[in-house]
């Protein structure tokens, strides 16, 4: 059994390993994509906010989809349409068509989401949510690998349709990295709709929510638009985007293996304020930077204390809820998902009207209102023992 717990670990890693490289793979190609099919800002960002809204609607199903076949299952036919979708959207030749084709990638990508943190806290209950920085690790790291591989390849004349290729056939290889679903027990989910009603009624989930919201939010600020900022801003290559945005993802390597070593020693709670806190006063820095070696700097720093906000405070809601935690992280997750493609299109309205760098406006008022939403969920009586 430990084997195969082991395995299935692994496994949930290298998805969320390739699950980053596909969210990566279309902004760190977005000015190729943008000059060969003629979109504006506006519509380069609105792929990110349309994938993410299919992975809205997926998430609002996977919790009893996940009961009734189980994660495991969804989780690798989530990976199919991942692949299938990447490999589609190489035929894209208008925005139309783009919008329509990235709805299949935002769907693999919504049982991910939704799937991938709850599998992880089922194999490893109670570990004071080192498990769960640990597997978020992967996504940065993912990142980082993807946009320098991916920048590469685009400054060396490789199509961005073949770079989707690649991908598209390395998801299909995660696929056999799990175990079969019947080697493996997992909790159940209580996905009854008395007990969802339940969560919602509770005050607190809305604070824990919009907290994940503007966490999303802020992350997306840098992780979506950081490589078209760099190339459009500075006049670069791809190769020089991709630097940037991988300085951001190993910032935020760094921070979520630091957080995994250091949660059980220090109160999560004020993790999450001290590290919101930081990264707002960055994100105010970031419009006082003059050139792009400061800027390659700051991305660093950004990652680092940014990186622990998303499943700190998934992992901090779960243990004073007292919730079914499957249900809660992807209830938590409807609100994270939705954060992080808003401001994606709103930084690229913003953009297109006044420039990309007052764009970035956003990060900071995001990163003010997570702090005092997530302050203000503090002061909530705790259901359960908190981390």
């Known amino acids: 059994m430990k084997d195969y717990i082991k395995r299935t670990s692994i496994a949930a890693m290298a998805t969320m390993f390739v699950f980053a490289a596909s969210a990566s793979i279309i902004p760190i190609s977005l000015v190729r994509i943008s000059k060969e099919l003629n979109f504006s800002l506006t519509q380069g960002g609105s792929l990110g906010f349309i994938s993410a809204m299919a992975q809205f609607v997926v998430l609002l199903i996977s919790s009893y989809l996940a009961g009734k076949y189980g994660k495991l299952r969804l989780i690798k036919v989530a990976l199919l349409i991942l692949s299938l979708g990447l490999f589609l959207f190489t035929k894209s030749s208008t925005f139309l068509l783009s919008t329509i084709l990235v709805l299949i990638i935002g769907f693999g990508q919504g049982f991910l989401e939704g799937l991938l943190t709850p599998l992880v806290e089922d194999l490893h209950p109670g570990d004071n949510g080192k498990k769960m920085n640990l597997l978020h690790a992967f996504w940065p790291i993912g990142v980082t690998f993807s946009v320098l591989f991916f920048g590469e390849l685009l400054t060396r004349g490789t199509s961005w349709r073949v770079i989707f290729v690649i991908l598209a056939l390395v998801v299909l290889i995660i696929v056999s990295l799990y175990p079969s679903s019947k080697t493996i027990n997992l909790p159940k989910s209580r996905t009854e709709f008395s007990h969802m009603g339940e969560i919602i009624s ?57 957080t995994s070593r250091i949660a059980h020693r220090f109160k999560l709670k004020n993790i999450i304020l001290i590290s919101s806190l930081l990264s707002l006063g960055l994100s105010i820095v970031f419009f006082f930077i003059i050139n792009i070696s400061s800027l390659f700097i700051l991305m660093l720093f950004m990652g680092l204390t940014i990186a622990c906000l998303w499943p700190s405070i998934q992992s901090y809601a779960g243990s004073v809820m007292g919730v079914d935690i499957t249900i809660l992280m992807i209830f938590l997750s409807c609100f994270g998902t939705p954060g992080y493609s808003s401001a994606t299109i709103l930084m690229g309205i913003i953009g297109d009207k006044y420039g990309l760098h007052t764009s970035f406006i956003l990060s900071p008022i995001y990163l003010f209102l997570l702090a005092v939403v997530f302050f203000i969920s503090t002061r909530f009586k705790d259901s359960k023992k908190p981390l």
Request: charged fraction near 10%.
């Open 202 to 258: 509770k005050p607190r989930f809305w604070f824990f929510g919009f907290s994940l919201f503007f966490a999303g939010g802020a992350e997306s600020a840098f992780a979506f638009w950081s490589a078209s900022y760099i190339q459009l801003e500075y006049n670069t290559n791809p190769r020089a985007g991709a630097i940037g945005a991988a300085l951001f993802a190993i910032g935020m390597v760094l921070g979520r293996l630091l």
